[in-house]
């Protein structure tokens, strides 16, 4: 797949109503980022749309855009070059706004397999900071056939994806020139204040926070350099490979683990899903008959869990983690009723309290003082034996809307981060589920002879 970029701009913001960005339009030059957006991934994030004929041309999307921004203005600015006091800067920079063409049809390409093709589809995600970078980075691609292929990346610091999604769908309303509605809730600097006094109740230095190992003395600059050549060989020989699990299959693995677990719990798909997955993974991986402990990182959306409910359209990071851990060959050996209530049992104590214990211990300074660093290290080449899972099931990416209907196909970008798995709902409307796993590729064969049977 050969794209040509054609051209290439800034997108500024569009105030042409006052009225339509009232919230983040206040609150001086910057806005401080809260402990939730400074707890996660330092990272350009990127999801891939395509649009079957007819939509609207560029040009209408450029505007759209630029009102989306008026009211999203946040996603116009840039990330303070300041590590004691991280902050969005809000100087309206704009948005990266890229057009490109493909001399073929989209149907020649269709559907997307995960491979590095898919990096050609959107602007690239280097940079990591954000710093004097454009916060939001958009192509437009179309195909000869009339289609469009739009890829949006987004700065994770600034918003997760439930924010990033709420966006999107702003986006596709503001160019259908219909307002944006809800508005987004941009009150991440005042809306979690620590308590007084604090009550910090969890072990926060070991889940969200660790303290890095002080290097050696003879540790230098050519160890530093050997290490980059260790992570760059393992990533060539990570893979990602996109799993469809039918409506059928999901309901049989979901019953299949209620109805054997001794507690007669009845499992969510969630929880019966992923459940499946850590074990197919595990067992795929060869670990099933060492002493080996893994561990599942679970992303949860602090906005319901939270008392009182925080809205969903607040804009900004609200996402802690949940850490079920096994021992390899009891997670792989014990039905997958196991490995569900596992996950229920360390997802459910992630509550308004753990929340606000969190929102405390991070405001204390302990982290500064401390030298204490993110657990979500975006530097991660490989997990194994771990695992990590973010699950886009319940997020608005598919209402995402220019005025022809919705998308005909959604995906994440390629992301080779051996032992990472993302969760969307399937593009086939079918009730399924797709799942994108990466992993090494001689760990792969197992894995797609396993990861179809409970």
């Known amino acids: 797949m050969k794209v040509r970029v054609e051209s290439s701009k800034i997108v500024k913001p569009l105030y042409d109503d006052v009225a339509a960005a009232p919230a983040c339009i206040t609150g001086g030059e910057s806005v401080p980022l809260s402990v939730f957006d400074r707890v996660t991934y330092d990272v350009y994030m990127a999801v891939i749309y395509a649009f079957r004929p007819p939509s609207p041309p560029n040009a209408a999307l450029e505007v759209g855009l630029a009102k989306a921004l008026a009211v999203y203005r946040e996603w116009a600015g840039e990330l303070a070059d300041d590590d004691e006091r ?22 020649a390409v269709m559907p997307f397999k995960p491979s590095p093709e898919l990096l050609r589809l959107h602007p690239s995600t280097a940079g990591g900071r954000g710093v004097g970078d454009e916060l939001v980075r958009v192509q437009l691609t ?18 997760d994806g439930q924010a990033a999604g709420n966006f999107l769908v ?17 009150d991440r600097a005042t809306r979690f204040p620590p308590r007084e006094p604090p009550l910090v109740q969890f072990p926060h230095r070991e889940t969200e926070y660790y303290a890095p190992k002080k290097k050696k003395k003879n540790h230098d600059a050519d160890a530093d350099e050997h290490d980059g050549e260790l992570a760059t060989a393992a990533h060539d020989k990570i893979k990602v490979h996109k799993v469809h699990f039918t409506k059928e299959f999901v309901s049989g693995v979901k019953a ?6 001794p ?3 009845e499992y969510s798909t969630f929880e019966s899903v992923v459940g499946h997955l850590w074990r197919a993974v595990t067992a795929a991986r060869g670990l099933a008959a060492g002493e080996t402990t893994t561990t599942l990182r679970i992303s949860v959306n602090g906005r319901t869990r939270m008392r009182p409910p925080v809205p969903r359209d607040y804009f900004g990071n609200l996402v802690l983690w949940a850490f079920p851990r096994c021992p390899a060959g009891e997670l792989v050996s014990r039905p997958v009723h196991h490995a569900a209530e596992l996950i229920h049992r360390a997802v459910v104590p992630v509550d308004d309290a753990y929340f606000r214990s969190f929102i405390d211990f991070a405001s204390s300074g302990a982290v500064e003082g401390e ?12 997990l194994c034996p771990d695992v990590e899972v973010d699950s886009w099931l319940g997020i608005d990416f598919y209402d995402l809307d220019f005025g022809s209907g ?3 196909y959604f995906t994440p970008s390629y992301l080779p981060m051996e032992g990472t798995i993302f969760l969307v709902p399937s593009f086939l409307g079918d009730g399924g589920i797709e799942a994108y ?14 990861c179809y049977t409970y």
């Open 371 to 382: 030298g204490l660093v993110s657990t979500a290290d975006e530097g991660q080449v490989v």
């Open 406 to 408: 919705g998308p005909c």
């Open 256 to 261: 299949r683990a209620s109805s054997s677990s």
């Open 86 to 107: 991280p902050a969005v800067v809000l100087n309206d920079r704009g948005a990266l706004f890229v057009e490109a063409t493909v001399s073929a049809p989209l149907a």
């Open 142 to 159: 179309r195909f000869s056939c009339g289609s469009l292929v739009i890829g949006f990346t987004s700065h994770h610091r600034v918003a």
């Open 170 to 186: 702003a986006w596709g309303l503001a160019s259908r020139r219909l307002p944006v509605a809800p508005l987004p809730v941009c």
């Open 263 to 265: 507690s007669r719990r």
């Open 437 to 450: 796993v990466s992993l090494f590729e001689s760990h792969l064969d197992e894995f797609k002879k396993i």
